[in-house]
């Protein structure tokens, strides 16, 4: 089997699929009357501050959360963006709180790394904005979405592909989830990415279901000095396992064995039946039953953790 046949066959043993399971009518009609609905015409929470232009000390890194999916992180001499998203509308889903951060105010980036192709983590119109002298890391098939974006180099990658530049090194890693833009679109790969600069690591799951994974990452990749785990969205109305809960996201970080877990993918857009402030109190319990509630950090939108 050629190497980027292998590849291929790591992405599609974590392939969610695309059909919905039985009774995804009910569950449909519940989220769009008790989610959507209400969400629309919720005012939204929060506010859009200036980001921390001072970067952090040698060493050191400062993991910022923008909302849902998105961070800004800032080593020393190296700063990314990943799955920006500042769009106030999703469709009919409303965004329920406010970017952490000002977009405009976004500095020049080293790179803008995108998870995968879902319209809530690669936004068009959020990526034209930002500016990046390494360009863009996208997973393989996506190409063609961000090469018109204004980047100087469009980087696509499949699982355990690196890209290193001047001290800065990126791993795409494997996640279960499925990559589609639209219905048709299978052909495009999904997953995470291990970022390591300055003697410092930070993971950023991407979207993913539960799968055993994670203990391949932890074996094949550098200590995991942060975790960004998805704890939201895990009442799919399709009924797919495209998500994990806030246990099952404790439960990979455990197999991770990472230093400090920073939730997300929660609270920003209503897109699964759960309610918003559920994931968190959900995973806040989970970590005291499991005695690593110290390893565990609830930022607000905006606001640096330096580690």
Not at 150 to 164: A, K, L, N, Q, R
Not at 205 to 232: E, H, N, Q, T, Y
């Amino acid at each position: 089997m050629a190497n980027g046949d292998k590849r291929r066959g790591l992405v599609q043993a974590h392939y969610s699929g695309i059909l919905p399971q039985r009774g995804w009518p009910e569950r449909n009609y519940r989220f769009f009357r008790h989610r959507i609905v209400p969400g629309m015409f919720r005012r939204r929470q929060g506010r859009s501050q200036p980001p921390q232009l001072q970067p952090p000390e040698e060493g050191a890194v400062r993991v910022t959360w923008i909302g849902h999916a998105a961070f800004f992180i800032q080593f020393a001499d190296h700063s990314i963006i990943i799955d920006p998203n500042w769009a106030k509308w999703h469709g009919p889903v409303k965004r329920q709180r406010e970017p952490g951060l000002s977009l405009s105010e976004i500095p020049e980036l080293d790179f803008v790394l995108v998870t995968h192709a879902h319209f809530d983590h690669l936004h068009k119109p959020s990526l034209k904005v930002l500016q990046s002298t390494r360009g863009i890391v996208i997973p393989k098939g996506s190409r063609r979405l961000v090469e018109r974006l204004g980047f100087p180099g469009v980087h696509e990658v499949t699982v355990w592909d690196e890209i290193e530049f001047d001290g800065i090194r990126i791993t795409h890693t494997p996640s279960h989830h499925w990559g589609a833009r639209y219905i048709h679109d299978t052909h495009r790969d999904y997953g995470g990415y291990l970022i390591e600069a300055g003697g410092k690591s930070v993971f950023h799951c991407g979207d993913s279901a539960w799968f055993d994974g994670f203990a391949d990452i932890r074996k094949r990749c550098a200590p995991i000095d942060v975790a960004l785990m998805p704890i939201g969205a895990y009442d799919a109305p399709s009924g797919r396992d495209v998500h994990m809960n806030p246990e099952e996201a404790v439960r990979a970080f455990v197999e991770l064995e990472g230093k400090i877990l920073i939730p997300m993918h929660y609270g920003t857009f209503p897109l699964g039946n759960e309610p918003l402030e559920e994931p968190v109190d959900r995973l806040l319990q989970e970590a005291d039953r499991l005695g690593i509630s110290k390893h565990v950090l609830i930022p607000e939108e905006g606001v640096g953790i330096e580690w």
